[in-house]
Nanobody, 121 residues
């Protein structure tokens, strides 16, 4: 089992920055793709950034060039640096890990509990 805990959310003004972290714990064998999602009130959860184990990252158009995803495999930590935040970035942010336990024929997805980011104009 894998546990994910996000932190770093908060309330900021438009144009400011925040850095979110997601720490994995438990019986960790191999975290493959690791990603950040967000869900605004009344909206579906959306994928905003993903990074492979090798460090290849992809972004949603809405956050590209403002957000940077990174991972530290040694520390089992995922980070999302968010710059030039806008009110539309207001949402609960979740991390998701695609984890293989070394025995199963396939990997499983795990989710954190989410952290709130509020951006005011």
């Amino acid at each position: 089992q894998l546990q994910l805990v996000e932190s770093g959310g908060g309330s900021v003004q438009s144009g400011e920055s925040l850095t979110l972290s997601c720490v994995a714990s438990g019986k960790i064998f191999s975290i493959n793709a690791w990603a950040w999602y967000r869900q605004a009130p009344g909206s579906q959860r959306e994928l905003i950034a993903e990074v492979t184990r090798e460090g290849i990252s992809t972004y949603a158009a809405s956050v590209k060039e403002r957000f940077t995803i990174s991972r530290d495999n040694a520390k089992n930590t995922l980070t999302l640096q968010m710059k030039n935040l806008k009110p539309d970035d207001t949402a609960v942010y979740y991390c998701r890990a695609d984890h293989w336990d070394g025995m199963a024929s396939s990997s499983s997805d795990y989710w954190g509990q989410g952290t709130q980011v509020t951006v005011s104009s």
